[in-house]
């Protein structure tokens, strides 16, 4: 099993930063990738980004130039730091692992954006 523990959360404000964290631990296998999605209240979850064992970045165009990606594969964690935020970033943000076709899922962290 593989445990998800998302932080870095909270409320900012239109134009500001935030950088998320999620660490894994457990039965944890190489060559995954791990990556960040995002669910509105009332909306589907959908993808913000992720990133393969080896560095690979994939971002959603809404995030694109204004997020970055990144992990250290030594500490078995992932990192999004989130630079001019918009309201519509506003949403709880999960971290995913994906291994062997199995999909992990932190517990959330929630992101708001607001003056």
């Known amino acids: 099993q593989v445990q998800l523990v998302e932080s870095g959360g909270g409320l900012v404000q239109p134009g500001g930063s935030l950088r998320l964290s999620c660490a894994a631990s457990g039965s944890i296998f190489s060559l995954n990738t791990m990556g960040w999605y995002r669910q509105a209240p009332g909306k589907q979850r959908d993808l913000v980004a992720t990133i393969t064992w080896a560095g690979d970045p994939i971002y959603a165009v809404s995030v694109k130039g204004r997020f970055t990606i990144s992990r250290d594969n030594a500490k078995h964690t992932v990192y999004l730091a989130m630079n001019s935020l918009k309201p519509e970033d506003t949403a709880v943000y999960y971290c995913?692992?994906?291994?062997?076709?199995?999909?992990?899922w932190g517990q959330g962290t929630a992101v708001t954006v607001s003056s």
């Open positions: 995913n692992m994906r291994v062997v076709g199995t999909d992990y």
